[in-house]
């Protein structure tokens, strides 16, 4: 039992670690190409969302077959190319690669304590699962409405409470993988990539915000 939650736990980080190439692949394509620059406001929102369930659809459809990597890769370039849009953005402010290599930094760092955390705790954390869900939801719905209203504030507000909650959904899920509540390394590499993904783009939004210097 214990050698097959450390099987999955182990090809989570592989598997994890192989899904950021095809995101910076993505993000780079993104950024080179202006592919994504048109994609702002609601119709941004359009394609990233119907992207992003659509993917996710399919994850969970083919987890349990050979095809399941293949579209987790395919899912996490989708990802890239939608943050290019925000990577451009910061790329525009004079320290832009200092403030990206920060973010990356930092969400690294976020990462580091929580794997650690989930090692060292003992209790059972599955109770936290519903208050993280109603928690994200209520982000995603105000990041929704954020994008008609364009208010700077708001999009500070609802970054530091994407960073609060995804770091604790990081514990979460990887705690779940430990107790054996999650036996596909598919799933929980999903899981854990839009924690990830989710953290570095609030904190590299946040950091865009408040440090972003113009030539």
């Not at 969400?107 to 650690?116: E, K, L, N, P, Q």
């Not at 519903?130 to 929704?144: E, H, P, R, T, Y």
């Not at 504030?153 to 979460?172: Q, R």
Request: overall charge positive; hydrophobic content about 55%; cysteine-free.
């Amino acid at each position: 039992m214990a050698a097959q939650r450390n099987k999955v736990l182990r090809n989570t980080y592989l598997l994890l670690a192989l899904s950021l190439l095809p995101t910076v692949l993505g993000a780079w394509i993104g950024v080179t190409t202006g592919i994504t620059q048109s994609l702002s406001g609601g119709l941004g929102l359009i394609v990233f969302l119907g992207g992003a369930f659509g993917f996710i659809y399919a994850i969970e459809k083919t987890k349990n077959s050979a095809a399941g990597v293949p579209v987790l890769l395919g899912f996490t370039f989708f990802m890239g190319l939608m943050l290019s849009r925000m990577i451009a953005m910061v790329l525009g402010f004079k320290n832009g690669p200092d403030l990206i290599m920060t973010a990356f930094a930092g969400t690294a760092g976020i990462f580091f304590v929580m794997a650690s955390l989930s090692t060292v705790i003992k209790r059972d954390l599955s109770g936290m699962g519903k208050w993280l869900f109603v928690g994200a939801m209520a982000v995603i719905i105000g990041g929704i409405i954020n994008v008609f209203v364009g208010s700077t504030a708001g999009m500070m507000a609802i970054s530091v409470a994407v960073i609060g909650i995804f770091s604790a959904y990081m514990l979460y899920d990887l705690k779940r993988i430990i107790d054996g509540g999650e036996t596909n390394y598919i799933s929980a590499t999903l899981s854990m990539y839009l924690n990830i993904i989710n953290v570095f783009q609030a904190l590299l939004s946040l950091l865009g915000i408040m440090g972003g210097e113009r030539d």
